[in-house]
């Protein structure tokens, strides 16, 4: 017997990946300065590309549900890479201040590394955040059209 489980509204969760994204973005932020003020003051001055992996992450989050709820497959898989690359992303951006706890050379010097390099970390994780949602699209329309054509045969 299937049991009809209920499921999320789409906007809901996609509120949900958008609020979890902000709060592991000043989490990290703050474990690593230690400083509650920080997250603010960094995304102030690097909006232009955090506010799309925000955004771009919680528009996912909602596609990943109407797919979900399109085919009645789990299909965590998806958002699971989807939100690993948004993870590694914000990490690399914060992870300059690692060299702040851990002050060991080898370390300090992938610190700099990081720092140095960090606009592209973070424009690459906006880029991937939109090839992300362009996926989800193509697989909820590739969804849709499947469901428009093909029907089973009624005896």
Do not use: E
Not at 134 to 143: D, G, S
């Amino acid at each position: 017997m299937n049991s009809a489980k209920k499921k999320i509204n789409p906007y809901v969760f996609g509120i949900i990946g958008f609020i979890s994204m902000s709060v592991l973005y000043y989490a990290l932020l703050w474990f690593t300065t230690r400083d509650a003020l920080h997250p603010l003051v960094f995304f102030t001055q690097k909006w232009f590309f955090l506010a799309p992996i925000f955004v771009g992450f919680g528009i996912q989050m909602m596609l990943f549900q109407k797919l979900r709820i399109a085919i009645q497959k789990n299909q965590l898989a998806m958002a699971g890479a989807s939100a690993g690359m948004n993870g590694v992303a914000m990490a690399a951006c914060c992870a300059h201040h690692i060299a702040d706890i851990f002050p060991i050379v080898g370390f300090a010097g992938a610190a700099v590394f990081m720092t140095k390099y960090q606009d592209i970390f973070l424009a690459v994780g906006a880029l991937m955040n939109f090839v992300g949602v362009w996926y989800m699209l193509a697989r909820l329309k590739k969804q849709y059209v499947m469901h428009c054509v093909v029907h089973p045969v009624q005896n």
